[in-house]
């Protein structure tokens, strides 16, 4: 039976009021093992009662307030010890030694952290440690997309980790270019995924290896270095509506199905403000400074102005001034399909392609079939961008940080892009006479 107790460290040279390093010592079976606690206390404050010297602690006194709490820490490590103990002695049949016994106290006081071997582990943890931090670009929480995509990713790989009977742990060394080609074959055929659908959790996959190798676990090169994680992308034919379509879409009478208005009329304020959803679920007056829009979007945390645009100035008059009441994002997915439905002007059919399970499909479908709330930011950035609009100008309010990012969201046809040539001085200055 071990004997625990803790003590002082001090000498014949040690002053009452200067602090001295409190040490815990455990004895059995002829071994013993020192401890630290991490605690100073100045020696007049210990309570040094010879029937107490197991159990010594910190003196209940005025002089020294913080003494309950200096206790409380004492009696959580001598807890800790016991059950360590015990759980060593049940797990091996047998008592520790000291170092094992200092290990298993390091272990369980979270000194020293395990250093996951396996990539599934590794990733677990790192999810965990990255949803309780702040973004340090922007000194506020990552946003909620970024860690249900993580997770999404885990569960992607573990199943795939199971279905592969590669068992349930993929230890860092057997992380090379068949996995990543086996993975990426797995979200392609076996799961069926739009080619940027694989490409977002691909993303994922590359960020958590990039942080394993940060961390100093040996990764393969060949899946490190640029490439060894290829992630697919095609320009999808995402479909955006004209500013001539959004004005019919406003006049539409919809007075006898008032569900399908109020959805219309708050989809036509995300068409006019380029926010997305979640930032115009917390779209209220006090964002208003005179005719613009100021927020703070929750997921760039970066201050935007919006000018305010004529429909939204209606929109607020029809609303007592107020905008549109919010519902939720799947509601307003299904009532704006049904009002862009009833739109003459919409039911032209156009073609539409996306690879999915690996194949390329091309289908004619009427343009209203392909419209969801995330048109409405699509056809802000679009418009702004057929008016003649920098990219730049239009990037401060949509958030994408780069021209890249911007420019594949932007969903102009061959005929578009003509007539923006068309406008331009070089076009449409007349050609002077020749002499």
Same mark, same amino acid.
């Given at each position: ?9 001090? &000498? ?83 008592? #520790? ?118 961390? !100093? ?10 490439? !060894? ?31 399908? &208005?109020?959805?219309? &009329? ?36 970066? #201050? ?5 645009? #004529? ?46 399970? !690996? ?77």
């Amino acid at each position: 039976m071990p004997k625990y107790r803790f003590n002082l460290r001090t &000498d014949k040279n040690t002053q009452p009021d200067q602090p001295a390093v409190v040490r815990f010592i455990v004895r059995w079976g002829g071994y013993m093992l020192t401890y630290p606690t991490g605690e100073t206390i100045e020696p007049r404050y210990w309570c040094s009662t010879e029937g107490q010297r197991n159990f010594q602690r910190a003196k209940e006194t005025k002089a020294f307030p913080e003494h309950p709490e200096f206790n409380e820490r004492l009696d959580a490590l001598l807890t800790t010890a016991k059950a360590t103990f015990r759980k060593f002695n049940l797990d091996n049949g047998r008592d #520790p030694e000291p170092g094992e016994l200092k290990a298993a106290l390091d272990l369980a006081t979270g000194r020293t952290v395990v250093r996951r071997s396996d990539l599934l582990g590794y990733i677990a943890e790192y999810i965990e440690r990255k949803e309780g931090k702040l973004n340090p670009k922007r000194g506020q929480p990552y946003h909620s997309t970024l860690h249900g995509r993580n997770r999404i990713t885990l569960q992607l790989l573990t199943d795939f980790v199971k279905a592969s009977r590669k068992g349930a742990r993929i230890p860092f060394t057997a992380l090379d270019a068949e996995f990543v080609e086996g993975f990426t074959k797995y979200l392609t055929t076996t799961k069926g995924h739009a080619m940027n659908t694989v490409g977002k959790y691909l993303r994922a996959f590359r960020t958590f290896v990039n942080e394993a190798a940060k961390d !100093g676990h040996e990764i393969n090169r060949t899946v490190l270095v640029r490439g !060894g994680i290829p992630v697919p992308h095609e320009n999808s034919d995402k479909v955006y509506l004209t500013e001539s379509e959004l004005t019919d879409l406003f006049h539409l009478d919809l007075s006898g199905k008032p569900r399908l &208005d109020r959805a219309r &009329d708050l989809f036509l304020v995300g068409c006019w403000t380029g926010l997305r959803f979640g930032d115009l679920a917390t779209l209220s007056p006090e964002h208003i400074e005179g005719d613009r829009i100021r927020i703070r979007p929750s997921k760039t945390g970066k #201050p935007v102005v919006i000018p305010l645009h #004529p429909i939204i100035r209606g929109m607020l008059t029809k609303y007592g001034g107020n905008f549109p009441p919010i519902i939720s994002n799947q509601k307003l997915n299904g009532y704006v399909k049904e009002a862009v439905a009833l739109v003459p002007s919409l039911q032209q059919r156009i073609p539409m392609g996306i690879t999915k399970g !690996g194949v390329r499909r091309e289908v004619n479908r009427p343009k209203w079939e392909q419209v969801s709330s995330h048109t409405a930011r699509r056809s802000f950035a679009s418009n702004l961008y057929r008016r003649g609009t920098p990219s730049q100008t239009i990037m401060a309010v949509t958030g994408h940080r780069t021209e890249g990012a911007f420019l594949r969201y932007i969903r102009l046809d061959g005929e578009q892009h003509a007539d923006m040539i068309a406008a331009s001085p070089m076009f449409s200055t007349p050609v002077l006479k020749a002499v």
